[in-house]
């Protein structure tokens, strides 16, 4: 991954936003079940910078990339499911950079 260009950004934050997704998971069980609401409370607002982050940068990409309306339909549904971004990068990121090389 390059953080020289925006894919290289974008590709980055799909995946930590994904992991921080997974974590999620984790911390749900800690504040509900074990009364523990700081690893969630803290997940959770790095989560969401990094969910808002990804979402930027996806706008961008696209402004760049010129995508169509279904890569970019599938990039940003990848953010709203479990294992969505780590997909995406896959199907779509990786290839998007590997043309600009």
Same mark, same amino acid.
Request: proline share 4%; charged share 15%.
């Given at each position: 991954?390059?953080?020289?260009?925006?894919?290289?950004? /974008?590709?980055?934050?799909?995946?930590?936003?994904?992991?921080?997704?997974?974590?999620?998971?984790? =911390?749900? #069980?800690?504040?509900?079940?074990?009364?523990? #609401?700081? #690893?969630?409370?803290?997940?959770?607002?790095?989560?969401?910078?990094?969910?808002?982050?990804?979402?930027?940068?996806?706008?961008?990409?696209?402004?760049?990339?010129?995508?169509?309306?279904?890569?970019?339909?599938?990039?940003? /549904?990848?953010?709203?499911? #479990?294992?969505? =971004?780590?997909?995406?990068?896959?199907?779509?990121?990786?290839?998007?950079?590997?043309?600009?090389?």
């Amino acid at each position: 991954m390059n953080f020289k260009s925006t894919i290289g950004v /974008l590709r980055v934050l799909a995946l930590l936003e994904g992991v921080s997704y997974l974590l999620l998971a984790l =911390t749900m #069980p800690l504040k509900y079940m074990y009364e523990m #609401p700081l #690893p969630n409370k803290i997940v959770g607002m790095t989560h969401g910078f990094l969910f808002i982050a990804y979402c930027i940068m996806v706008f961008v990409v696209n402004q760049e990339k010129k995508w169509s309306f279904l890569t970019n339909f599938w990039a940003y /549904l990848a953010s709203l499911l #479990p294992f969505g =971004t780590f997909v995406a990068d896959a199907k779509i990121f990786k290839k998007e950079q590997l043309k600009s090389i």
